[in-house]
């Protein structure tokens, strides 16, 4: 699968990413960083422990590393739980936004390993 390829099967934005970090090798190396950064499982933890204040935080962490690789899908979807969380605004409805969330970062979960799968072929 081409770089390309990878941001129109996820939603995200190529041209707007290789405007950033300009080389397709470096966008290759941030997307794969991107599994190991925690962010997705501790708003995951909170989330489930019922804490707003460390869900928001691992929200907007996640959101900010979603909006720097253009992940355009999943941004929008962790914003909208970002949103809700947001000075504790609603707790319940950003549950209801995790469903959408969850499924964005199980594809691009998968998609990154296909990609990074492939370019170590």
């Not at 941001?7 to 290759?28: A, L, S």
Request: glycine share 6%.
């Amino acid at each position: 699968m081409t770089l390309q390829e990878f941001f129109e099967e996820t939603g995200g934005n190529y041209d707007e990413v290789m405007r950033r970090m300009r080389k397709e090798e470096r966008v290759r190396k941030f997307a794969g960083m991107f599994l190991r950064d925690d962010s997705y499982r501790l708003l995951n933890e909170a989330m489930e422990s019922g804490n707003c204040e460390d869900a928001f935080r691992a929200a907007h962490t996640l959101k900010g590393v979603c909006a720097n690789l253009s992940f355009t899908r999943l941004l929008d979807s962790v914003s909208a739980v970002t949103e809700e969380l947001r000075g504790g605004r609603d707790f319940d409805k950003a549950r209801l936004y995790m469903s959408r969330l969850n499924a964005d970062y199980a594809l691009i979960e998968k998609k990154i390993k296909e990609l990074t799968s492939e370019a170590g072929a």
